[in-house]
T-cell receptor, first 116, second 113 residues
Framework: DAGITQSPRHKVTETGTPVTLRCHQT?????MYWYRQDPGHGLRLIHY???????DKGEVSDGYSVSRSKTEDFLLTLESATSSQTSVYFC???????????????FGSGTRLTVV | GESVGLHLPTLSVQEGDNSIINCAYS??????FIWYKQESGKGPQFIID?????DKRQGQRVTVLLNKTVKHLSLQIAATQPGDSAVYFC????????????FGSGTQLTVLP
């Protein structure tokens, strides 16, 4: 996916350990999002950012924190990983909020996280 | 807030036939919708979007229809090809100042030879 990179692509971690996922973009887009994708639930918003150091919670933010110290990087941290956080995590970016002028999201390739 | 959903979790079509994937939404104030395609192991990819002041929009082999009366959205794929096999999501704007996309749970399209 041009301009957006997620790392790592795969990770296995133990319950109770902290985990940080990274999203890096080269598009200079202001808005960045973290979603999780689980069977039967579609994509659910965890946190989003509307600028450097400006973040807010999404639908399923409990147990997650984020940081954005630079325009290009948006970090998602699982403070103490649990098995319920086993999921595929997607980062998305947009130039502006979606709406009638366009500005749909561009997604990264995802991080598959397994908590054992 | 907005909720969007898809009518069928799976759809199988013969190669060369037309495919129709449906989606319903709840927020009558929604003004923007997007269809995404997600292939196995990849992130969702933008296919086509439509604003609420439109009833129809066409792209290459794809058409999106919007029926605001019944709050229904559909994606039509003409002459379906094996490469069209994927999960398709509709997404709509969530009401409120944040203007975030809310996604349906997806329809798995399988193209049969």
């Amino acid at each position: 996916d041009a301009g957006i990179t997620q790392s790592p692509r795969h990770k296995v971690t133990e319950t109770g350990t902290p985990v940080t996922l990274r999203c890096h973009q080269t598009e200079n887009h202001r808005y960045m999002y973290w979603y999780r994708q689980d069977p039967g639930h579609g994509l659910r918003l965890i946190h989003y950012s509307y600028g450097v150091k400006d973040t807010d919670k999404g639908e399923v933010s409990d147990g997650y924190s984020v940081s954005r110290s630079k325009t290009e990087d948006f970090l998602l941290t699982l403070e103490s990983a649990t098995s319920s956080q086993t999921s595929v995590y997607f980062c998305a970016i947009s130039e502006a909020p979606p709406g009638p002028l366009g500005y749909g999201y561009t997604f990264g390739s995802g991080t598959r996280l397994t908590v054992v | 807030g907005e909720s969007v959903g898809l009518h069928l979790p799976t759809l199988s079509v013969q190669e060369g036939d037309n495919s129709i994937i449906n989606c319903a939404y709840s927020n009558s104030a929604s003004d923007y919708f997007i269809w995404y395609k997600q292939e196995s192991g990849k992130g969702p990819q933008f296919i086509i979007d439509i604003r609420s002041n439109m009833d129809k929009r066409q792209g290459q082999r794809v058409t999106v229809l919007l029926n605001k009366t019944v709050k229904h959205l559909s994606l039509q794929i003409a002459a379906t090809q094996p490469g069209d096999s994927a999960v398709y999501f509709c997404a709509g704007i969530e009401s409120g100042s944040a203007r975030q996309l809310t996604f349906g749970s997806g329809t798995q399209l399988t193209v049969l030879p």
